[in-house]
């Protein structure tokens, strides 16, 4: 069986057998995986009226320790998302009463944000769902593989310096 990629190595193979191409094997599912992926996961997310950089923040403050409560720079450090999306999403989220920003009394300088009760139910509601979808897109991996591919890619990203500070 073979795949798109597949496909494309062998077109590049025969118009310029002097290169290696082996790369673009990895590189290139690796860029149809993410996209696929991200496909079945803003489908899941769409039923939430979510999006991922949306389910990310609430994500993160309801995994951060109680009382789930971050500042703007914390819960981008902490999360998938830019800092310019985290603005925008925050303005989203306390439009929808999914979080509340409040004065830090710590530094009168900025803000804290923390989930609200009807933010963290809606986190508790989504996530098993996001879950099963995660499970579902794995499901042709056995346990060990999946646990080798992990492994494989912490491995990528700390080389490429992913790593925590």
């Known amino acids: 069986m073979a795949d798109h990629v597949d496909m494309v190595l062998d077109q590049w193979?025969?118009?310029r057998p002097d290169l290696d191409v082996s790369p673009m094997g990895v590189i290139g599912?690796?860029?149809r995986l993410t996209q696929l992926v991200n496909t079945e996961l803003a489908r899941t997310f769409a039923e939430h009226d979510l999006d991922r950089a949306s389910f990310d923040v609430l994500a993160t403050?309801?995994?951060s320790d109680p009382p789930h409560q971050l500042t703007p720079n914390d819960l981008m450090k902490a999360s998938m998302v830019t800092s310019g999306a985290v603005t925008q999403r925050l303005d989203r989220l306390e439009a929808r009463g999914l979080v509340r920003r409040?004065?830090?009394e710590a530094d009168g300088r900025s803000v804290k944000v923390s989930?609200?009760?009807e933010g963290r139910d809606?986190?508790?509601r989504v996530l098993p769902r996001h879950l099963e979808t995660?499970?579902?897109v794995l499901g042709a991996l056995t346990g060990k593989?999946?646990?080798t591919l992990a492994r494989t890619l912490r491995e990528l990203l700390e080389s490429l310096g992913d790593t925590q500070e």
């Open 29 to 31: 599912r690796l860029s």
């Open 134 to 136: 995660e499970n579902r």
């Open 122 to 124: 809606l986190i508790d």
């Open 13 to 15: 193979r025969r118009r």
């Open 102 to 104: 409040t004065r830090n």
């Open 145 to 147: 593989q999946r646990d």
């Open 61 to 63: 403050l309801r995994r």
């Open 115 to 117: 989930l609200t009760e």
